[in-house]
């Protein structure tokens, strides 16, 4: 448990998270949906409970770092790293936040101490960042962070019937705060 400020925490994901989880998307699946392709395949508790136990393997393997976003006593999202490449020294940062809880700082707070962690506890030497083109709430936070827009990636993903254009974004460890 990663204490972020008074009730804000990261927490690692538990099987006794699935359910709240699943209702939690559920309530945004309109939102989520625009910009995450799982959202529409992920409807019942067992997706978040399958979905729990690959970031346990993944988390224990050093190959990601996914968290629940706890505020107030609820979980409101999930941040972390969705892929550490120890060769490279890179942190694949990525995230999702309910959609009535934007507007409060809590994803930019995770996220700050994401990158702290990845460049202070993990070593890494660089932190990125990949977010739909028109996603401005997931690119105001890249900004926030100080992270260096790279370049735009063409026709990255398929989410529903659109085809989404990528913003990456990246920080390296000398340019971090």
Sequence with gaps: MYRLEEDLYLLPLTPSMAEELCQLVGQNRAYLSRWLPWVPHSQQAAHFLAFI????????????LVLALQWRGDLVGV???NKLDWQLGVAELGYWLAADKQGNGLMSKACNWL????????HMAKVQLSAAVDNKPSRRIAKRLGMVLEGVIRRRERVADSVLDHAVYGLLREEWK
Excluded at 53 to 64: F, G, H, L, M
Excluded at 115 to 120: P, R
């Design 79 to 81: 941040a972390g790293f």
């Design 115 to 122: 990158v702290s962690h990845a460049f202070n506890d993990l």
């Design 53 to 64: 136990d690959q970031t346990i393997s993944e988390r224990e393997a050093q190959k990601s």
